[in-house]
């Protein structure tokens, strides 16, 4: 003993502080280990005993405090076995309605960064543009010297907090004068709040999975990592019991959510709100009501030149009833047609649905007397101007002239700029343009200082452009 400097009573002291075991254990487990002043150690700490516990404590019998798990903002709740003032294991709670006694293995992993050896266990403070350590005391003064006083500065940032935790922290900045709280989460749950608050009058509705007979989620793995899954996945099995529900996921990538679904629909990622909004006017048409409310003012195109797409031409689409009950079911309220198309509305005497709010007219001229005969059928026609070779829309009447039944005039678009040359042909100017044309003789710029000039004529007048009819032979269609 006496060649590595141990004595009997240092060895005493290390197998009277951790047992039996503890010198192989100490001298084997690197920053793991328990920390002590035995000189084996590579740091040392001082660990002083318990020796003046709380009276409820009994050594070697264990503790349990209902808590909430924090690994993520789901917040189920738990219970934490303590023994001798240390957590020592974490567990569902049984009487949670989130969890129901279960626990997912980030939570189970709420131990280990309890006890992380790379954990601060020192306050850090920012000097010279770096952060280095303080001691208690120092910190405790600097908050108190900043914090103790009214300031409309200071700003609060903390990860997602609620409940007392919240109230707390928004009662201190009510003190001091401030309303700078932020909250800083990788997957923010702001927008599906703002929702739900408009929808149900609850930021955070409690999903039932296990009564309903049909799931229709966008992308949501509520199996996986959305929302409280450990929750949801008990809904789940429920809901899977006979007579078992049906599951249907649309996403962009296969998850644990959509590997557990009885229909997975693989979509374009940007594009699961398009099909949200069909299958809602879908509905809507269905089990009664209007369309107007889901259609975005200014979202124009996307309903019915789908549905085009999907009928073919439209002579076909005419004489094809599925085709016109379909679009006619779908209840459109915003869209687009060339004006051979109105032509054959119109020649096949079709009246525009009820639904139908405005329809941009566009890719040709659209004449006067089509646009009155369109007009006496009910389709609320908005003419439309664009360069078609500048890839822009320039013009378009406004919603307003539907009140008359006059060819309306139209208004320029608050992106371009509109003159015309002593011919009276339009040119234009906007950053939306067009900046070349890619041929085989390379790139060919279709401006002259920043003016785009077109064959088209007109007359443009106070931001207004009129029409002539028979010299404006190209427009294009608003998407």
């Known amino acids: 003993m006496s060649r590595n400097s141990w004595n009997r009573r240092t060895f005493l002291k290390a197998m009277g502080l951790g047992g039996a075991g503890s010198a192989l254990l100490l001298s084997g487990c690197g920053n793991t280990d328990i920390i002590n002043e035995v000189d084996l150690e590579v740091r ?47 567990e569902g709670n049984p009487s949670s309605p ?40 120092e910190a405790m003064d600097t908050l108190k010297t900043k914090l103790a006083k009214k300031n409309g500065k200071l700003a609060w940032l903390n990860g997602a ?9 928004q009662a201190y900045l009510n003190e001091a004068g401030s309303k700078n709280m932020f909250v800083f989460d990788t997957l923010p749950p702001a927008v599906g709040h703002a929702v739900n608050e408009a929808m ?95 259609i975005p003012l200014y979202a124009v195109g996307v309903f019915i030149s789908f549905t085009l797409s999907q009928a073919g031409m439209v002579r076909h689409w005419l004489t094809d009833g599925g085709a016109w009950g379909r679009w006619r079911l779908g209840g ?11 032509f054959d509305l119109v020649h096949a005497g079709r009246a525009a649905p009820a639904s139908v709010r405005a329809i941009v007219v566009g890719g040709g001229a659209l004449g006067s007397d089509l646009y009155t005969r369109a007009r006496e ?81 007109g007359a443009v007048d106070s931001g207004w452009s009129r029409r002539r009819a028979t010299d404006w032979p190209r427009a294009a269609i608003a998407w």
């Open 332 to 342: 459109h309220g915003l869209g687009a047609l060339v004006p051979t198309q109105v």
């Open 44 to 90: 040392k700490e001082k660990v002083e005993p318990n020796v003046d516990p709380q009276d409820f404590v009994q050594p070697g019998v264990a503790l349990y405090y209902a808590s909430t798990c924090r690994m993520c903002p789901a917040g189920c709740n738990l219970h934490s076995r303590i023994r001798e003032a240390r957590v020592l294991k974490l």
């Open 377 to 457: 059928l009910g389709w609320p026609l908005l003419p439309s101007y664009g360069a078609t070779e500048c890839a822009s829309q320039i013009a378009t009447a406004s919603l307003a002239s539907l009140a008359a039944d006059a060819f309306p005039e139209l208004e320029i678009l608050s992106h371009a700029e509109v003159r015309t040359d002593a011919e009276g042909r339009i040119a234009v100017r906007s950053p939306a343009l067009l900046t070349g044309y890619a041929t085989a003789g390379g790139l060919q710029a279709p401006k002259r200082d920043g003016w785009w000039r077109s064959e088209d004529r």
């Open 161 to 169: 907090v609620s409940g007392h935790h919240a109230a707390l922290i």
């Open 200 to 294: 149900f009058g609850y930021a955070m509705p409690k999903l039932d999975f296990k009564k309903a007979k049909v799931i229709l989620s966008f992308g949501a793995d509520f199996l996986g990592t959305w929302m409280s899954p450990v929750q949801f996945a008990t809904q789940y099995a429920e809901f899977r019991q006979p007579p078992r529900g049906t599951m249907v996921m649309v996403e962009s990538k296969m998850t644990l959510t959509g590997a557990n679904a009885d229909r997975w629909v693989a979509i374009r990622p940007g594009t699961e709100g398009h099909l949200a909004m069909g299958l809602a006017a879908m509905l809507i048409v269905v089990f009664g009501g209007d369309t107007h409310a889901l």
């Open 98 to 137: 989130v969890n129901h006694g279960r626990l997912c293995p980030m939570g189970q992993a709420g131990l280990h960064a309890h006890y992380n050896p790379d954990r601060l266990t020192k306050p850090m403070m920012r000097k010279g543009g770096k952060l280095v350590e303080v001691s208690w005391d």
